[in-house]
């Protein structure tokens, strides 16, 4: 199960400052994983990495992507770029094969004009709908895809999906598609996929013991918003974990260049910076909110919104718990924050964009006031979640 992370700011930051130099940076994740669902290999994402960034506009919208099958850890030309390149978005994953060869063609992120596009996680009984899948898409999508991931083909079932939507994916609009285009796309990719699954013969799940909940956790932008999701086809398990994290300044502790004891700084209400990560790239746990299972994370001029992802494994029950067995099968404990008694603050709403949504203004409005965690307590502290994780979402009206 690869890990991913997120980078937007209203301010460049040098690559360096989050693939390489925290504490638990994504390069650290990829030799030591704390929150893997799948354990099989060990703790390692070893089977190649990759970096997307946006550039100044005069080079065009596209992004840059630099990937490789080397393992970030061993990658020296990874340091030699992170420590002189500068981007106000940036996507960066390490990878842990589950479907797709070693080749630096199933490598994320992937992009498409100025689309870009990662995944966590693996579509449920993939080899049974990846046909019914290609058939859904336009020629020129399916023509796109160069690797053999799930992932590359859920990002052009998006971008098939953006397209019928009566948006060009290659139209590279000045100021994106806008965060309610690309979240419906997204939505409607979701719903997509669990059509499909939905459609595999029962006799075909019994007889070989198909798993058909997928897990997506997706990260797309267009240069300008950025949508994510949390997300599991199932109304009982938790999905692979997914935080966030923002305030006014990412820095370390010190003015000394050696220090990677990094932590997100909050200076006032606002928001500059907002991190999404697979794993929070501190054991600061007090900086990180646990986005809930079965949710969107949308970022937009540096606000956070997070919307509930209503289908049929959405639970209207606030308090309703989640089941950690899924997450156990696969070898680790739930990724949920412990709720310590005492510790929990209400969550800081306005009223968002719609009545289906509240807006987290500054991003940190749900936080628990959790102490400082040490590495080994980290690994620790990951139960169940509270129903206050969940009041940040808002019931539909």
């Not at 980078?7 to 940076?25: R, V």
């Not at 059509?195 to 006799?203: L, V």
């Not at 994370?297 to 289908?311: E, F």
């Not at 987290?360 to 590495?375: E, F, K, W």
Request: net charge neutral.
């Amino acid at each position: 199960m690869c890990r991913f992370l997120v980078y937007k700011g209203s301010d460049e930051i040098l690559l360096s400052k989050l693939i390489l130099d925290p504490t638990h940076s994504i390069l650290k994740q990829s030799f030591d994983s704390r929150l893997r669902l799948d354990t099989r290999r060990g703790q390692n994402n070893a089977d190649g990495f990759g970096i997307g960034f946006y550039t100044d506009l005069k080079l065009g919208p596209a992004p840059c992507l630099f990937t490789s099958t080397i393992p970030a850890w061993n990658c020296t030309n990874l340091q030699r770029i992170a420590s002189k390149t500068a981007s106000r978005l940036i996507f960066g994953h390490v990878r842990a094969t589950t479907e797709g060869t070693l080749s630096e063609d199933n490598c994320h992120p992937f992009a498409h004009g100025s689309l870009m596009w990662m995944h966590n996680g693996g579509l449920g009984g993939w080899k049974y709908i990846k046909r019914r899948l290609a058939e859904r898409l336009a020629d020129r999508w399916y023509l796109g895809v160069k690797g053999g991931t799930d992932s590359e083909w859920a990002f052009a079932l998006f971008l098939n999906t953006l397209e019928q939507l009566g948006h060009n994916p290659s139209s590279c609009p000045e100021t994106g598609f806008g965060p309610t285009v690309l979240r419906k796309a997204m939505e409607q990719t979701i719903a997509q996929i669990n059509e499909m699954t939905d459609a595999i013969p029962e006799s075909i799940i019994q007889n070989e013991d198909v798993d058909t909940r997928s897990l997506l956790n997706f990260a797309v932008t267009d240069g300008h918003s950025v949508i994510c999701t949390r997300y599991i086809s199932s109304s009982k398990d938790e999905a692979a974990s997914l935080y966030y994290s923002s305030g006014t300044q990412w820095a370390t502790r010190t003015s000394s260049p050696d220090d990677r004891q990094y932590q997100m700084e909050r200076r006032d209400k606002g928001a500059d910076i907002v991190l999404v990560a697979s794993e929070p790239l501190t054991f600061e746990r007090e900086n990180w909110v646990n986005v809930p299972t079965n949710s969107m994370l949308t970022i937009h001029r540096q606000t956070v919104m997070m919307h509930p992802i209503i289908d049929k494994y959405y639970e209207r029950d606030p308090y309703h718990v989640r089941s950690s067995a899924f997450v156990q099968a696969k070898g680790l404990v739930t990724n949920e924050k412990a709720a310590l008694s005492g510790s929990l603050s209400p969550a800081t709403e306005t009223r968002g964009e719609s009545e289906d949504s509240r807006k987290i203004v500054g991003g940190v409005g749900g936080m628990h006031a959790l102490r400082s965690l040490s590495p080994d307590l980290a690994r620790r502290s990951l139960t169940p979640a509270s129903a206050q994780d969940r009041r940040i979402i808002a019931e539909p009206a």
